[in-house]
């Protein structure tokens, strides 16, 4: 079980109000991110539900039982963190066994979950080194070890991909969201990175200034995000917006129009404008169409086998059911 | 590049030169002592001795045979290491709560502690020996000694044990707390490992602290807690009939603590410039 429940959630720093009051449930089993720009509050909220800080108002419950009050040790959740925090003087058997020796776990039993989790991560040649003698990718197994072996009631991960290379962060994030799967626990997950909410998540809960913005699946926030910032943050190449007449005439201060959901032609389409940059990336082409009256910048997703030069003028043309339509507030008329 | 090269030739030979000549200016109090502890105190204040004399062992079997060396020598060890452990085993609780747990006022309590250091302890003399002697009855004990060097070295102490907590990343004892060890388990098992060179380096500091310590523990104590400090003292006589004798004592006296910053010079060096080299 996991099941968390966040009530008035409140956390102050001196007199700045980082979160407002915030309400929020992580069903069992549930792999929920959170997610937002740098400053937004979601490694507080993390540090709030794991017990690293102290709520300044509200209840944190975890499984019924309010734990509020309760520190870290005792709330029964294991943390990843982004500089792994090994400990640096410890052998990777001993990183991993250490919450178990904690717990007063028998060594026999000890053993065994080291064993498996070694066995499951990779990591039964490492045992015997430190720490410093591992590359970064090895380093985050082990932190991810240290987590599994205590059978947490739930996993708290706070941006753990993102010291890791390109090529490693791809890995890795399919390994966590496996182990999810097989294992079932509740997982809360930190990042910054839209991709890696977008492809783990049950949930996304996108955090900006320690407001929930929107809680949804990731298709729900992709296909109907509920403001201008969701919109403008779930996504990527991210969403184009444009004002003035083209949204009035639709009846709306804003219109979003993502990327890939423009269709381009060289005879005719609904907007016109000059190609300035195209990038190509294999598969697909990005345009970045100026002159269209709209906005400064059009992006535009198409296949990679198109291909425009600077300057050349294209005619755009927008899936009209795809359109989002913003008022003047930013909130999503539907 | 003439100029360049020309110029670290001259530092190269200039800079160890100087470097010699102000050790040497340095050592040279303490060479004159070692030697004089071999004269006798006739020869002593005689010039034409100064380097030049019949060495002799009067001084030091004098030191033993009439002034019991060995109990102002155990009465040092008892008080320094007694002292350093109570330093240390209230010391690096407070410095850890005061790295990783701070409050709005903990940079003041730093400051608060160091300004004790400040205050000339001639100013609290006659309350401490009316207090010590007439009120509580600990004058000239073990206790009175290692509390009063206990106290005076426990601020420099937080201060270098803080900074050495400090540069332990904060994620390794939250690690720790999500592992579910309780506090004392944290400085026990992740603190105290990991800043072990730091408390080393803090230790002995407070060892040469407490062994050099004078002007406490030649006026708390007369004879039962005197400390090699006292028996130094207890040998100055103004008319300096006595320099053999008395550098014999000194000598006896400031040995063990030159012997073991000796061996341990790599550990001081680094603790005396915490937070200088990273």
């Given at each position: 079980?996991?099941?968390?429940?966040?009530?008035?959630?409140?956390?102050?720093?001196?007199?700045?109000?980082?979160?407002?009051?915030?309400?929020?449930?992580?069903?069992?089993?549930?792999?929920?991110?959170?997610?937002?720009?740098?400053?937004?509050?979601?490694?507080?909220?993390?540090?709030?539900?794991?017990?690293?800080?102290?709520?300044?108002?509200?209840?944190?419950?975890?499984?019924?039982?309010d734990v509020t009050q309760v520190p870290p040790s005792k709330r029964g959740l294991a943390m990843v963190f982004q500089s792994y925090a090994l400990y640096p003087h410890m052998t990777v058997r001993k990183n991993i066994a250490f919450p178990m020796r904690m717990a007063g776990l028998s060594q026999a039993e000890q053993d065994k979950r080291v064993m498996t989790a070694a066995k499951s991560l990779n990591l039964v040649d490492y045992l015997d080194r430190k720490p410093g003698q591992l590359s970064g990718g090895q380093r985050q197994r082990v932190a991810i070890g240290r987590a599994i072996v205590r059978d947490p009631t739930a996993f708290l991960f706070d941006e753990p991909l993102s010291n890791l290379d390109a090529a490693l962060r791809v890995g890795m994030r399919l390994e966590i969201s496996e182990m999810h799967k097989r294992m079932q626990t509740t997982m809360i997950y930190v990042t910054h990175d839209?991709?890696?909410?977008?492809?783990?998540?049950?949930?996304?809960?996108?955090?900006?200034?320690?407001?929930?913005?929107?809680?949804?699946?990731?298709?729900?926030?992709?296909?109907?995000?509920?403001?201008?910032?969701?919109?403008?943050?779930?996504?990527?190449?991210?969403?184009?917006?444009?004002?003035g007449t083209e949204a009035a005439n639709r009846h709306a201060h804003t219109l979003g129009v993502r990327p890939e959901h423009i269709a381009v032609s060289t005879q005719t389409g609904a907007w016109t404008g000059r190609v300035s940059v195209?990038?190509?990336?294999?598969?697909?082409?990005?345009?970045?169409?100026?002159?269209?009256?709209?906005?400064?910048?059009?992006?535009?997703?198409?296949?990679?086998e198109i291909s425009f030069k600077h300057g050349d003028i294209i005619h755009l043309t927008p899936r009209e059911e795809m359109v989002h339509r913003f008022d003047a507030a930013g909130l999503r008329i539907s | 590049m003439a100029i360049v090269a020309h110029h670290s030739r001259f530092s190269k030979i200039a800079w160890p030169v100087l470097a010699w000549i102000v050790a040497l200016l340095f050592f040279f109090p303490i060479f004159w002592m070692l030697?004089?502890?071999?004269?006798?105190?006739?020869?002593?204040?005689?010039?034409?001795?100064?380097?030049?004399?019949?060495?002799?062992?009067?001084?030091y079997a004098n030191m033993t045979e009439n002034y019991d060396y060995w109990r102002f020598a155990t009465n040092s060890v008892i008080a320094s290491v007694m002292a350093t452990a109570v330093t240390l085993f209230v010391g690096i609780p407070s410095a850890y709560a005061m790295a990783f747990n701070p409050s709005r006022s903990t940079k003041d309590m730093l400051m608060w502690m160091l300004s004790t250091k400040m205050l000339p302890a001639a100013g609290v003399l006659y309350p401490m020996t009316f207090l010590t002697k007439n009120i509580l009855g600990i004058f000239d004990t073990h206790f009175l000694i290692i509390l009063v060097l206990s106290l005076i070295n426990l601020p420099i102490v937080i201060w270098m044990l803080f900074t050495y907590f400090k540069e332990i990343p904060r994620d390794i004892i939250e690690a720790g707390k999500m592992d579910g060890v309780s506090?004392?388990?944290?400085?026990?098992?992740?603190?105290?490992?990991?800043?072990?060179?730091?408390?080393?380096?803090?230790?002995?500091?407070?060892?040469?602290?407490?062994?050099?310590?004078?002007?406490w523990t030649v006026r708390l104590t007369t004879t039962d807690a005197a400390t090699l400090s006292k028996l130094?003292?207890?040998?100055?006589?103004?008319?300096?009939l006595f320099f053999g004798r008395l550098s014999a004592v000194s000598t006896a006296a400031v040995g063990p603590i030159v012997v073991l910053g000796w061996f341990c010079q790599k550990q001081l060096v680094q603790g005396l410039t915490f937070g200088a080299v990273k």
């Open positions: 079980m996991g099941r968390i429940l966040l009530e008035n959630v409140t956390k102050s720093f001196g007199d700045a109000q980082v979160i407002p009051p915030l309400d929020l449930v992580i069903d069992d089993g549930e792999f929920t991110v959170f997610v937002g720009p740098s400053g937004c509050g979601k490694s507080t909220l993390l540090r709030l539900i794991a017990g690293l800080e102290e709520t300044s108002s509200g209840t944190i419950t975890i499984d019924g039982l839209q991709v890696e909410a977008m492809t783990m998540a049950d949930k996304i809960v996108v955090l900006q200034a320690g407001v929930i913005e929107q809680v949804g699946s990731p298709l729900e926030l992709y296909r109907s995000p509920c403001n201008l910032f969701v919109a403008g943050f779930i996504g990527s190449p991210k969403m184009n917006f444009i004002t195209s990038e190509h990336l294999g598969s697909d082409t990005f345009l970045h169409v100026h002159e269209t009256g709209l906005a400064d910048t059009l992006t535009v997703r198409t296949n990679g | 030697l004089t502890s071999f004269k006798t105190d006739a020869d002593a204040v005689k010039p034409e001795h100064l380097l030049f004399f019949t060495p002799t062992l009067e001084n506090t004392w388990g944290e400085i026990r098992e992740i603190l105290i490992p990991l800043a072990w060179g730091g408390i080393a380096s803090t230790a002995l500091l407070c060892f040469i602290f407490c062994w050099n310590e004078a002007y130094i003292e207890g040998n100055r006589a103004p008319e300096g």
